[in-house]
C-alpha cells in the first residue's frame, strides 16, 4: 500500500519563511484524509449511543434493525468480543473497553454498532433499534466541590504562603472559572480498518501513529508486526487526536470478525461526548504583596471534573509554580467525579485554564496597587525557576513584556477605565504572560542519500498540519546543502522509525537531533565512499581532509564548488544509495537535565472595542511576542501562532459546552449553537518571535510553538474588556449579559 511523501519544490534551509510543501495537494484535493479511504467490498459502520447518562441497558432489541436492508451485523455487549486492557507506558483516555459491559456512565456511550452495506442503511438500523434502559439522576453540574471524606492534593508547596497572606500587605482572593470546551476539528474522528487474516492495517486520526499502533496491539491482542497505522494527514487535531478512542477499538473488532474493510466515521453529535473535551476548571487564587508590588505569596487552588471511572487530570497549576517570583506558594488540585464522557488534552492543557486564573489575578493586584500591569510583572520576574531552585536553561521574559509594549503602544495607554475612544467606540488594552513546557521525546530517523543526487528522510511521526513534512525538510537540506526540491520526506506509517507524538510542542525539538544524526551519518558513509572506492577521485584522502558541504565532496582547504557532487560518488561505487540512522532519547533523560529549567515564554496584548449603544464587544487587534527559541521556518510558525490566538479568543468570548440535567446530553451539540471564532470575529494579528535559540534542547536552539499561542489570550481579553468596561469577567466565557451591568458603557 503505497503512502504518499513529500518533495518540496522551494531551495531553502533552516530559518527561511517558508509555505508548507503538503499545501498544494491539500488545497487541490490530493491529500487523502482518513474517511477518503475506499477498498473493495468496504462496509459501513454506525455506533449506536446511549441516550441517558447514568443508569443501565436493560434491554436491547435488535430484531426489526437485523432485517433490514444491507445490515452485515449488529455488535452488542453480547457478542462483541474480548478486548485486552493497554497497560504499561501506553496511552489511552478512556480505558473502558467499548460495550464492556451495561453499565452506562456517560451520555452518548456506545451501547450497539450497526454494520452494513452503506452509511445509509446502518444510520436508518441504528435507529430502529429499540433499548430499555434502568435510569439514575446523572451529576453534570459545573460547579465543583470535594466531598467532605476528601482532602486536595497538595501540588507544589514552598515556604509558608498562609502566613504570608496573612501578614500581607496588600491582598487578593478570588475564584476564577472556565468552562467545559469541545474540540471541534475541521475533520471528524475515523477509521478505517483491514484485516487479512493475520494482519491489520488502520487508517487513524492520530496525532500519535506510534502509541496508536501500541494501543491497538495490546487492546486486540496480537503482535506488534500485526498491526500497521497510517496518518498520512489530519484536518487538526488541538489535542483530541492524541489518544485511540473506542471507535478505533470497534473498526479493528469487526473488520477482523466479518473480514472485511470496515469504515467509522464519527459525527459531529458524538464528537461532543464521545473522543474528549477540555474540562471545567474552578480555581481559587489568593496573592498577597508589598506596596511597591512585590509577590509575598500566591496560593492556587483548583478542581476539575473528571469522568466515572478514568482519573484525567488537567494541572492548571504547571505554570504558576515557576511564572513569578514569590518565596512563597501553594498549588492543591482535586478531581471531581461527573457523568460525563472522559476529557483529555486540548490545546495548552493545563497551563493554558491555569494561566487564565493567575494572570486575571495579576491584573486585579495591578489595580488595586495602582502599578501599570506590565510593570507588576517585571517587578515580579523570577532569577531562577524557584519550584526546582535551578536555572533557565533562557528567558527572555522580560524582552517579551518590554518589546511588545513598545510595539503595541502601551505607553499611549490611559489606565483609567473607559477612558479611551476611537471613533465612537470605547478602547481597552489588556496584557498577559504566558509560558509552555519544552522537552524532547524520543525519535528516530533515517536520511537516505540516493545516486540521483536527492535526499528521502523517513520517520514515524505525523504532521497535523503544523509543517513537519516542511521543517524536516529544512533540516536536511541546511545540514546536507541539498535543495528541498530533492528532499522527499515520508511520515504518518507506523512502518518507519518510530518518531515523537504531535502534542504538547514537543516533535519538532524531538526529531531535530535524530535527523542531525542520520544526515551526519549518511555523509559520513559517502564521505567513506569517496576515500575507499577505486573510481572516487579523493581515493586514499585521511578523513580529516574531506568535508561534505553544499551536496559535494571536496577538500577541507578548497571551496565547496571544486569538488564533487556527493551522487557522483555514490555512483561511482555502482551503488543506489546511502542511509543514515539518527535517534535520541527524552530529554529528561539528558545529563543534567534536573538541573535546568526549560520552558517557552511570550506575552500577549490585546485591544477591544465596545460600543455600549448597541452592546457590540469586538477584539480588535493582538500581539503576541514569543521567545520560543530559534524558529525554523517563520511563516508556518506565525500560522501556528495565529490559529492558537482565534483559539484563545473562542475561549474567552464564544466556547461552552452545555449539558442537560435530566440526561446529561451535551446540549450544543453541533457548529451551529457551539460558537466558536470565525473569520468575521478574527482581529488583526500581530505576531513578533524573539528567535534566541535555547541549545539545551537540540543543536538547532528549537522550541515547540503550537501551544504557547493560546497561553495568555483568554487573560489579556478580560484585563482589556475590564479597562473598557469596568466590569471584571472571571468566569469564562465573556458574556454580553455582563457587560451589561456597565453604567454609562462602563462600570467602576
Not at 108 to 135: C, H, L, P, S
Not at 446 to 456: F, N, P, Y
Request: charged share 20%; aromatic share 6%.
Amino acid at each position: 500500500m503505497a503512502i504518499q511523501s513529500h518533495t518540496p519544490t522551494t531551495t531553502a534551509s533552516v530559518g527561511a519563511a517558508l509555505p508548507r510543501i503538503d499545501g498544494p495537494l491539500k488545497v487541490t484535493g490530493k491529500a487523502q484524509y482518513t474517511s477518503d479511504h475506499r477498498f473493495p467490498g468496504m462496509l459501513i459502520a454506525v455506533p449506536l449511543c446511549a441516550t441517558i447518562a447514568n443508569g443501565a441497558v436493560q434491554r436491547i432489541d435488535t430484531a426489526k434493525a437485523s432485517a433490514m436492508p444491507g445490515v452485515k451485523m449488529i455488535y452488542t455487549h453480547e457478542n462483541i468480543g474480548r478486548f485486552y486492557r493497554a497497560g504499561g507506558s501506553v496511552r489511552i483516555d478512556e480505558k473502558r473497553s467499548p460495550m464492556e459491559d451495561t453499565t452506562i456512565r456517560y451520555y452518548g456511550q456506545y451501547i450497539a454498532m450497526v454494520v452494513a452495506d452503506t452509511f445509509e442503511q446502518a444510520n436508518a438500523a441504528a435507529a430502529a433499534i429499540k433499548v430499555d434502559y434502568r435510569t439514575a439522576q446523572p451529576e453534570v453540574g459545573s460547579h465543583l466541590s470535594l466531598p467532605a471524606s476528601e482532602k486536595p492534593k497538595v501540588d507544589s508547596l514552598r515556604g509558608d504562603p498562609d502566613a504570608a497572606f496573612a501578614a500581607g500587605p496588600v491582598t487578593l482572593d478570588y475564584t476564577y472559572t472556565t468552562p467545559i470546551e469541545t474540540h471541534n476539528p475541521i475533520e471528524l474522528h475515523a477509521s478505517v480498518a483491514i484485516y487479512d487474516g493475520q494482519n491489520f492495517t488502520l487508517f487513524e486520526t492520530s496525532q500519535a501513529i506510534v502509541n496508536h499502533q501500541a494501543a491497538m496491539t495490546a487492546i486486540l491482542g496480537v503482535q506488534p508486526e500485526n498491526v500497521r497505522i497510517i496518518t498520512q494527514y489530519l484536518g487538526s487535531g488541538f489535542g483530541g487526536k492524541l489518544w485511540p478512542w473506542t471507535h478505533s477499538l470497534l473498526a479493528a473488532m469487526a473488520a477482523r470478525n466479518l473480514q472485511r474493510p470496515i469504515k467509522l466515521v464519527v459525527s459531529r453529535d458524538m464528537m461532543f461526548h464521545n473522543v474528549g473535551h477540555r474540562t471545567n476548571t474552578q480555581q481559587r487564587i489568593r496573592l498577597s504583596a508589598t506596596a511597591d508590588g512585590k509577590l509575598t505569596s500566591l496560593q492556587q487552588d483548583f478542581l476539575t471534573h473528571t469522568a466515572q471511572i478514568e482519573a484525567s487530570r488537567e494541572n492548571c497549576g504547571e505554570a504558576t509554580v515557576y511564572h513569578y517570583s514569590t518565596a512563597n506558594l501553594r498549588v492543591t488540585s482535586g478531581l471531581v467525579k461527573r457523568h460525563i464522557a472522559p476529557n483529555t488534552s486540548m490545546r495548552g492543557p493545563g497551563a493554558v485554564p491555569g494561566l487564565f486564573a493567575t494572570e486575571s489575578a495579576l491584573d486585579e493586584l495591578a489595580i488595586k496597587l495602582n502599578i501599570d500591569p506590565v510593570q507588576l510583572r517585571l517587578i515580579n520576574e523570577p532569577a531562577l525557576d524557584q519550584s526546582l531552585n535551578v536555572p533557565f536553561s533562557s528567558r527572555h521574559m522580560r524582552e517579551c513584556l518590554t518589546a511588545g509594549a513598545q510595539r503595541f503602544g502601551w505607553g499611549e495607554r490611559n489606565p483609567k477605565v473607559g477612558s479611551m475612544r476611537r471613533d465612537g467606540a470605547i478602547v481597552g488594552w489588556g496584557v498577559a504572560g504566558c509560558s509552555w513546557m519544552a522537552k524532547r521525546n524520543p525519535a528516530e530517523v533515517s536520511v537516505a542519500l540516493s545516486a540521483d543526487g536527492g535526499a528521502h528522510v523517513a520517520s514515524a511521526t505525523q504532521d497535523i498540519g503544523t509543517g513537519t513534512y516542511t521543517v524536516l525538510a529544512q533540516m536536511v537540506a541546511d545540514l546536507t546543502g541539498i535543495p528541498m526540491a530533492k528532499i522527499v520526506v515520508a511520515l504518518g506509517d507506523s512502518r518507519l522509525p518510530p518518531g515523537p507524538f504531535s502534542g504538547g510542542s514537543v516533535a519538532t525539538a524531538s526529531l531535530t537531533p535524530p535527523v542531525a544524526e542520520a544526515a551526519r551519518d549518511a555523509m559520513k558513509q559517502v564521505l567513506q565512499i569517496a576515500m575507499e572506492n577505486e573510481q572516487s577521485p579523493f581515493k586514499g584522502s585521511k578523513p580529516d581532509t574531506l568535508m561534505f558541504s553544499q551536496g559535494r565532496i571536496h577538500r577541507k582547504d578548497q571551496s565547496p564548488q571544486s569538488g564533487v557532487l556527493f551522487a557522483d560518488i555514490i555512483r561511482s561505487a555502482k551503488l543506489a544509495g546511502v542511509t543514515g540512522k539518527g535517534k535520541s532519547g527524552a530529554s529528561a533523560g539528558d545529563p543534567g537535565a534536573s538541573k535546568i529549567s526549560i520552558h517557552s515564554y511570550g506575552a500577549q496584548f490585546v485591544e477591544v472595542l465596545w460600543q455600549p449603544e448597541i452592546a457590540r464587544l469586538r477584539i480588535n487587534r493582538v500581539l503576541s511576542v514569543i521567545d520560543a527559541g530559534r524558529i525554523i521556518n517563520p511563516r508556518t510558525g506565525r500560522n501556528q501562532i495565529e490559529g492558537a490566538v482565534v483559539m484563545g479568543i473562542g475561549m474567552a468570548l464564544f466556547e461552552e459546552t452545555y449539558y442537560d440535567p435530566r440526561n446529561g446530553k451535551p446540549v450544543n451539540n453541533n457548529l451551529a449553537d457551539y460558537v466558536m471564532t470565525t473569520n468575521a470575529d478574527a482581529p488583526d494579528i500581530d505576531v513578533l518571535f524573539l528567535d534566541y535559540p535555547d541549545l539545551a534542547l537540540d543543536e538547532l536552539g528549537a522550541r515547540g510553538i503550537g501551544e504557547i499561542g493560546i497561553a495568555g489570550v483568554a487573560p489579556a481579553v478580560t484585563a482589556a474588556v475590564y479597562h473598557a468596561t469596568g466590569v471584571r469577567v472571571r468566569d469564562l466565557p465573556v458574556k454580553i449579559e455582563d457587560l451589561l451591568q456597565a453604567e454609562n458603557g462602563y462600570r467602576v
